[in-house]
């Protein structure tokens, strides 16, 4: 009998580590002899990806929280459920590990926190639960390690980034609205508390651990109760 395997979200802020630390714990894994394999969303070189890309550029308008949640949502979405039937679905049910760089998650994080009456959030987010676990069917994440970093922080650590869509200077709608970043932070830390994601701490006293001190956090929670 086929034994399901672990999905495990690496989750935070533009600027956060995701990337980073994702790479870092595969290759952990891979040198512990873990199945394994890893996922960075959205997918920019993929056909699925170019409603995305057209939102993140701005065609839609360039104030990200002029576009319904609701629909930008569905962009993102269905990008995830191309990545799981092409890219992983029968390695993740045969029982490797995945490791996704961003998920439904970040959907939760940015799009959720457009929306500002608690009730309405909250039934958006059971909406989104329903579009991408029930009907989509994509997994459910066994462990979201959300990288805990203020906007403040994000907004240096992106300043000077390359636009992953255009590979220039210009930021995506996302990464240079301030004010959606905020929303999308305080978003994250309701999440934390409401769907049991796992705090990683990435400051010290107001410096940034390093990278090894937050990924050795990373790898014994992702490790722990197998």
């Known amino acids: 009998m086929m034994r399901k395997g672990r999905l495990i979200v690496i989750e935070g802020l533009d600027g956060s580590g995701k990337e980073t630390q994702s790479r ?27 409603l995305v890309k057209m939102y993140l550029k701005g065609d839609f308008g360039k104030n990200p929280d002029s576009i319904s949640p609701y629909i930008s949502s569905t962009f993102f979405a269905a990008d995830r459920y191309a990545s799981f039937k092409t890219e992983y679905e029968d390695f993740y049910k045969n029982g490797g590990i995945v490791i996704a760089d961003r998920y ?6 940015h799009q959720g926190g457009k929306i500002k009456d608690i009730s309405e959030k909250q039934k958006f987010l059971d909406w989104l639960w329903d579009l991408e676990f029930n009907i989509y069917k994509i997994p459910i994440p ?31 709608i996302h990464e240079s609205n301030e004010e959606h970043l905020k929303n999308a932070y305080k978003a994250a830390v309701e999440m934390v508390e ?16 390093t990278v090894e001190e937050i990924n050795s956090e990373i790898l014994e929670l992702v490790m722990e109760n197998r």
């Open 194 to 209: 409401r769907y049991n994601w796992i705090r990683i701490d990435c400051l010290k006293n107001g410096e940034s651990k």
């Open 24 to 50: 870092l714990l595969y290759n952990r894994l891979l040198d512990m002899g873990e199945k394994v394999m890893r996922i960075s969303y959205p997918r920019y070189e993929k056909e699925s990806s170019a």
């Open 104 to 109: 439904t998650t970040s959907n939760m994080m």
């Open 142 to 172: 066994d462990k979201v390690l959300f990288l805990d970093i203020p906007a403040a922080y994000s907004l240096k650590r992106i300043k000077d980034r390359k636009n992953k869509i255009t590979n220039e200077s210009q930021k995506d």
